[in-house]
């Protein structure tokens, strides 16, 4: 799926994983009803807001991080997680670095995270919770069967906009062999395409926390998921003007940058995609660039290159299908590329070039 959010979090989220060792030696300390902090880095730059404690260099263990818990001290490990280097350690951030947190554990693990860009975790007795900083990051670990639940539902939620992204494919097809597709048309799909990629990141997001009781919601977000991310680059490069996967992306990366409350408005969806340069490609196909653009998104006719057709074909590769979504030159549609035409890019021999070629000429033909 396309990567819209930092990756910095999601590593430390995977080192605390349900079956992570990690994981088990702080459910350990949270069963017991205690409290922990833990630094994840054993760096210069840690060592020099440490004070007292006493230097271990031992291999880690959750038996050994809950004995070394009940102390009251911070637990220093290696950046993998797999020693355990001090204990018992007084942590002494710059107190000028800011922090929203009020218990003293809370606010030193969100200082140490904050100035060393290093994964801390903070185990609360109170509230029984793990709390996960990265920089300026900070999550709170749910409950196993919360996040089963949540993903559960979220899968739920994604079936549904699913079909409704289907219905409007197909309705664009018609549109489409009718030769009556407007903007209006191609921005409906592409807003629910949007939505369907969004909810599936939060999908993703989840299955980090869940780490190996995430295998069945995987197995879902597969299934549902097959093949989306190419139908999603086919779609923009149909209609809105890309002519590689990056220009694609470059738009799909734009729909991502929209506030949810904005994505839900197509008016401002429309608007929005009007003012991306790319995008002007597709008023130069439809006559020359002579109309406005505001007249020719109320107006049909929009043309299509073929991709979304492409994407579908089951017997081409999908190295073939990269490398003509990537290389095939704006100007050209595949519903008139020749054979010549597709064998000219790279990564399409002759025999995938007359296949593809020979499927437009009998698409064409039954439109006709």
Not at 159 to 180: C, H, P, T
Request: net charge negative; glycine share 8%; charged share 25%.
């Amino acid at each position: 799926m396309f990567s819209r959010r930092g990756s910095e979090i999601s590593t430390t989220l995977s080192l605390v994983a349900p079956g992570a060792p990690l994981r088990s030696g702080l459910d350990r300390i949270l069963q017991a009803r205690m409290g922990a902090l833990v630094v994840v880095g054993d760096g210069p730059e840690v060592l020099s807001i440490c004070t007292g404690g006493f230097l271990l260099d031992t291999e880690y263990s959750p038996q050994r991080l809950y004995e070394l818990a009940k102390m009251d001290g911070a637990i220093i490990l290696s950046s993998d997680g797999r020693r355990i280097a001090r204990a018992n350690v007084h942590l002494m951030p710059d107190p000028k670095v800011p922090t929203s947190e009020t218990g003293t554990r809370h606010r030193t693990a969100e200082r140490v995270a904050r100035s060393l860009r290093l994964p801390v975790l903070s185990v609360s007795e109170e509230q029984s919770v793990i709390t996960v900083y990265k920089g300026e990051l900070r999550r709170s670990l749910s409950a196993i069967t919360a996040l089963l639940s949540k993903s559960n539902q979220a899968l739920a939620t994604l079936e549904r906009y699913k079909n409704r992204l289907e219905e409007v494919i197909n309705r664009l097809d018609n549109l489409e062999a009718a030769g009556a597709v407007n903007f209006r048309d191609v921005v409906l799909v592409l807003q629910r395409f949007e939505m369907v990629r969004r909810i599936s990141e939060e999908i993703e997001a989840s299955l980090v926390e869940l780490g190996s009781d995430g295998r069945l919601v995987s197995l879902q977000l597969n299934e549902l998921t097959s093949g989306f991310e190419l139908e999603y680059r086919s779609m923009v490069e149909d209609y809105m003007g890309a002519c590689s996967i990056m220009e694609a992306d470059q738009v799909i990366e734009f729909l991502g940058s929209l506030e949810t409350e904005d994505l839900l408005i197509m008016e401002r969806v429309g608007k929005a995609l009007l003012e991306i340069p790319l995008c002007s490609a597709v008023w130069k196909r439809i006559d020359g660039g002579g109309s406005s653009r505001q007249n020719q998104s109320e107006g049909e006719g929009l043309p299509g290159r073929g991709m979304r057709e492409l994407a579908r074909m089951q017997d081409v590769p999908v190295n073939v299908k990269t490398a003509i979504l990537n290389g095939l030159p704006s100007d050209i549609s595949l519903l008139d590329a020749s054979e010549n035409d597709l064998s000219a890019i790279h990564g399409v021999n002759p025999t995938w070039a007359r296949v593809v070629a020979q499927h437009f000429r009998s698409l064409v033909s039954v439109r006709n």
